[in-house]
């Protein structure tokens, strides 16, 4: 069974940053791409960040610019870099990894941006 676990939420100030990361045991030979994606309240997931194994990335129109992925192959950990919070960016992030035909998600870490 692949694991995915994300760590590095908390909370911080508007303006702040943090650096999330996702660990993942699935073999990275098998790995189409790792992504983060982000759920408030009341609201429906969305998709945040999201990188290729061929290095491609993706970001939402609301965090470019702000938010950075990177992966680490090594250690096939992703990370999310995000920088100048804001309280919208408010939510619990959850990493998805894509390996072949299955997504395998985390069990989210929440991150709370205060005004």
């Known amino acids: 069974q692949v694991q995915v676990g994300e760590s590095g939420g908390g909370l911080v100030q508007a303006g702040g940053s943090l650096r999330l990361s996702c660990a993942t045991s699935a073999r990275i030979g098998s790995i189409n791409v790792m992504g983060w994606y982000r759920q408030a309240p009341g609201k429906q997931r969305e998709l945040v960040a999201t990188?290729?194994?061929?290095?491609?990335?993706n970001y939402a129109d609301s965090v470019k610019g702000r938010f950075t992925i990177s992966r680490d192959n090594a250690k096939n950990t992703v990370y999310l870099q995000m920088n100048s919070l804001k309280p919208e960016d408010t939510a619990v992030y959850y990493c998805?990894?894509?390996?072949?035909?299955?997504?395998?998600w985390g069990q989210g870490t929440q991150v709370t941006v205060s005004s």
């Open positions: 990188m290729t194994s061929g290095g491609s990335t």
């Open positions: 998805k990894v894509g390996a072949r035909i299955y997504d395998y």
